[in-house]
């Protein structure tokens, strides 16, 4: 059966998560990545959306206006998580955020934060942009537009958003962290390997 | 045609075909993605490769954009010198990322540096940028449209190295690239590398050798060797789609080189994510077209 996480998100419904599992989101999820990040810690504004356990996105979509200046979302996917690395750790503290989704791993300050606050983050598969914008029911809102359609935060009404696959779960188990590991011990192998047959200069 | 007139119907149809790139892969991208996903093994990663999939028939039946990072819009250029629209070609290519921009429609990805705006057009100093190569006699164009997409630049790396790292030290700089930022751009990935004599000539190729398709294989045996080594050694790692394991990494590694300076080896990688979106166009003086990297296209 499929596991759903509804927005709001509580501690205990993270609890048993964990690394490798995958779930789906039912509920509100909100676009946030660079510029919003750097808002919130280093310039101290306050984000004009209430992320306490709440949902947020490391995306910066295609949005369509329509006549009616509703908006459409026309292709969201994952934008490269490590980007918010830097403030992550601080921003799950401040915001209350109990998911987030993203492309690729995260760090260790990211991961110490997951633990502390009791949050995960969660990768949804890279590119694959226009099966997430048809899990996207509605645009609900959209704040900060001044920063250009990819940093606006978008806020979407979600169904069935996933598949989603815990990375860093709420212990601080850092799955792109493990098989960093195993892929650095191997390099060390291909490259003598390699090193053997590239002895080109004689 | 006056000159006028062709002008608007080449700035027309660049605009459809920029457009076009960003929802359909090209059929090499295609062909070889459906290759990886039969020898996978690893079930997380067959996942991955199945829902990648599902996007693209998404992508095509709604005619959207496929992935939402449309990149930044770079066009290669081989014009013929006797190319009847030479001098017209850079304003055209503006005009057609104008279009594209409106048709995809594309996400504004045009940020003018220290000015920090996003311009909301796709257009920008410089941008899109323009690689030019003049070919002799000829009297018709090629040009490679390529979305330069975040997540796959940036792993983008540039060095010189001292003759006696030697290739090994090539293969040492493309693993390096691959362990870190590589796994986060969307492997399976197409690995470019330029071999060369400084930064920036070795940066140029690397980016010209994932323009190239991803069953290319260089010329010169020793490079082809070095292309074969990197493709198995890399897939060896275990880094697989998405970087959460697997046993296909890259669709392929394309090596592109010129000579060097004697105490200088110039290196560097571009990497071009699963959703490798570039696409090809011959135009012929007459303005007539004929699309060389997707098959049964209509613009």
Not at chain 2, 57 to 71: F, I, M, N, V, Y
Not at chain 2, 288 to 294: A, D, G, V
Request: hydrophobic letters at 40%; charged letters at 25%; glycine letters at 10%.
């Amino acid at each position: 059966m499929k596991k759903v996480l509804k927005t709001p998100i509580s501690a205990e419904d993270l609890a048993e998560l964990k690394v490798g599992d995958v779930v789906y989101l039912d509920g509100t999820l909100v676009t946030c990545r660079d510029v919003a990040h750097r808002r919130l810690i280093e310039l101290k504004q306050d984000l004009p959306v209430d992320l306490e356990g709440g949902a947020i996105f490391h995306a910066g979509p295609i949005v369509r206006e329509k006549d009616d200046g509703s908006f459409e979302m026309v292709s969201i996917g994952p934008t490269t998580s490590m980007r918010m690395e830097k403030f992550e750790r601080e921003f799950i503290k401040q915001t209350g955020v109990r998911l987030i989704i993203g492309k690729g791993g995260m760090g260790p300050e990211t991961a110490a934060g997951c633990q502390e606050s009791k949050a995960v983050h969660a990768v949804f598969p890279g590119g694959c942009a226009v099966v997430a914008a048809t899990k996207v029911e509605a645009i609900e809102g959209a704040e900060w537009q001044d920063l250009g359609m990819p940093e606006t935060l978008w806020i979407n009404r979600v169904k069935g958003f996933g598949p989603l696959i815990i990375s860093i779960d709420s212990h601080g188990n850092n799955l792109f962290e493990i098989n960093k590991k195993n892929y650095n011990d191997r390099k060390k192998s291909v490259l003598e390997k390699i090193s053997q047959e590239v002895k080109f200069i004689k | 045609m006056d000159k006028a007139a062709a002008a608007e119907s080449l700035t027309n149809t660049l605009a459809k075909f920029t457009a076009y790139i960003g929802k359909r892969l090209p059929t090499d991208v295609k062909v070889k993605q459906a290759e990886l996903r039969k020898k996978e093994t690893n079930p997380m990663a067959i996942e991955i490769f199945d829902v990648m999939a599902e996007n693209q028939e998404a992508a095509d039946k709604l005619d959207r954009p496929s992935c939402q990072d449309t990149g930044v819009i770079q066009y290669f250029i081989q014009a013929g010198s006797g190319f009847p629209l030479l001098g017209e070609l850079e304003s055209i290519l503006e005009g057609a990322t104008l279009g594209a921009t409106e048709i995809g429609p594309l996400r504004h990805n045009a940020v003018e540096s220290f000015e920090e705006k996003n311009t909301g057009t796709n257009t920008g100093s410089k941008i899109p940028w323009l690689d030019w190569e003049i070919i002799p006699g000829e009297d018709y164009a090629i040009v490679d449209v390529y979305m330069a997409g975040g997540g796959c630049t940036l792993p983008g790396a540039s060095t010189v190295l001292m003759p006696g790292q030697g290739y090994e030290g090539v293969a040492e700089f493309v693993l390096d690239v691959m362990t870190s930022r590589g796994l986060n751009a969307c492997p399976p990935l197409l690995v470019g590398v330029g071999v060369s004599t400084s930064a920036e000539t070795a940066a140029r190729l690397s980016k010209k050798a994932i323009l190239k398709p991803v069953t290319a294989r260089n010329q010169n045996e020793k490079a082809a060797k070095l292309e074969d080594l990197l493709t198995d050694g890399i897939n060896e790692l275990g880094i697989g789609p998405q970087g959460l394991t697997g046993d296909n990494t890259v669709m392929g590694v394309n090596i592109e080189s010129s000579a060097r300076h004697p105490s200088t080896i110039g290196v560097a990688i571009s990497t071009g994510c699963w959703a490798h979106r570039r696409g090809q166009i011959k135009i012929n003086a007459d303005m007539s077209y004929e699309i060389l990297s997707h098959e049964d296209v209509k613009l």
